[in-house]
């Protein structure tokens, strides 16, 4: 994939060519902060240990606005062809993962699975872009390069539509909006909208919240001078699935940490990784197959150490042919999870990518969003929808 696009109700960045690469964080920070590069783009990984997909690009536009796609140029046909792990074994991994929440080893941990999906032709990742763009009400999306994270990301492409914002760092002023809590959408409005009161009210749910709040909060409070972190949080509406959510913002106390290093210091996040962080990291990492980008982060950071960056979910990587993808999706386990539900919970988050590919067998789910159309070229400039009117 050539350039990067950072794609949001209000912004959009896209970047073409590169002038340098770098799969350290520091050696980017450094030619950042040294103003050797004005800018930098890509994804940091999952797992803090691997290396970074980081580009200074050649050129580099804002635009107002999410992306408008000029046209929505046709995917090839693409098929399911291989779950990691079988959902069975996913089960089996959350019961395990319980057991570990019950001796009190962790507090609350994220599982997450893939699918391998397959094409006869390739996918070309600035199409797949363009649709979920299109399909996304907020207009969210995010692609960029992975080829200078080195062997094996070769020409790899990560693509998605992430609806949560890690950090925005605006000057000394700065934003995360985390979610956690989920609940499946429904086409009938009114059990729409029961579902998400619920979610709402669900205890479960909003302790599964709380970590990611706590954490941000134990981050944050360090480097900042002012700090607010609503008490309760807020519901959050995807074409997908309702999500819980909390708008943080803070003012830092010095022009530094730059939005890089404000990612670093935040991700993973509970929202992907879990409680107590390094636990979690290293449950994940005995638990699942390596989640290489997902659950990462993808963004920018400038010279003056502005930049945006969303969690890396609702995503998939294209391999460099274009003939195979793989999807993931995650959910937070707590003490009083169940093990079905998470299963489930994995599946109405993966709708999101299956749906952009035409391989979503549930077509109702978007019905079930109100304010977009499958296909519309040109997505609503609604942000994600606060129903609760409650901070
Ligand atoms: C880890 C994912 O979602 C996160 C974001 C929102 C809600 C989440 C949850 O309810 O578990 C997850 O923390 C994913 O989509 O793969």
């Known amino acids: 994939m050539d350039g990067f696009l950072l794609s949001r109700a209000d912004r959009t960045l896209r970047t073409s060519g590169s002038r340098d690469r770098f799969h350290e964080i520091d050696a980017a920070a450094e030619a950042l902060a040294s103003r050797r590069v004005p800018l930098v783009v890509g994804a940091l990984p999952f797992d803090p240990g691997d290396p970074a997909a980081l580009t200074a690009p050649a050129t580099a536009q804002f635009t107002d606005g999410p992306w408008r796609p000029e046209s929505l140029p046709p995917l090839p046909t693409v098929r399911l062809t291989e779950e990691l792990p079988e959902p069975a074994e996913h089960l089996r991994r959350v019961a395990r993962l319980l057991d570990r929440l019950r001796d009190h080893e962790l507090q609350k941990v994220v599982a997450a699975r893939s699918v391998v999906l397959s094409a006869r032709d390739p996918i070309d990742p600035w199409s797949l872009l363009a649709r979920l763009v299109s399909r996304d ?5 995010f692609g960029v390069d992975l080829s200078p994270a080195g062997d094996g990301y070769a020409g790899h492409a990560l693509v998605g539509a992430s609806p949560e914002l890690l950090l925005r760092r605006t000057g000394r002023d700065v934003e995360c909006f985390p979610l956690a809590g989920t609940a499946p959408r429904h086409a009938d409005p009114g059990e729409d909208h029961a579902e998400g009161q619920r979610l709402l009210a669900s205890a479960k749910n909003r302790s599964e919240h709380a970590f990611v709040t706590d954490w941000i909060r134990s981050v944050l409070d360090p480097v900042c001078s002012e700090l607010t972190v609503p008490r309760s949080p807020r519901l959050i509406g995807t074409p997908a699935v309702w999500h819980l959510g909390t708008p943080i913002t803070g003012v830092l106390r010095d022009p530094w940490p730059s939005a890089l290093e404000l990612a670093r ?3 993973p996040t ?3 990784g879990g409680t107590p962080t390094d636990a979690a990291i290293a449950a994940i990492r005995e638990h699942e197959e390596p989640r290489r980008f997902y659950g990462g982060a993808a963004g920018w950071c400038d010279h003056d150490g ?6 890396a979910i609702r995503c998939a990587e294209i391999d460099a042919d274009g003939l195979r993808a793989r999807a993931w999706a995650g959910g937070g386990i707590v003490a009083a999870s169940d093990p079905d539900s998470e299963l ?3 599946s109405a988050k993966l709708r999101t990518l299956l749906g952009a590919l035409g391989v979503d067998p549930e ?6 969003q109100s304010v977009s159309e499958p296909d519309r070229l040109v997505p609503g400039d609604t942000l994600t929808r606060d129903v609760s009117g409650q901070q």
Not at 306 to 311: A, L
């Open 265 to 267: 210091l935040l991700h």
């Open 137 to 141: 009400h907020a207009g969210n999306g």
């Open 306 to 311: 502005d930049g945006e960056w969303v969690v």
């Open 270 to 272: 509970p929202a992907v």
């Open 344 to 346: 489930a919970e994995t």
């Open 363 to 368: 077509p109702a789910v978007d019905g079930a």
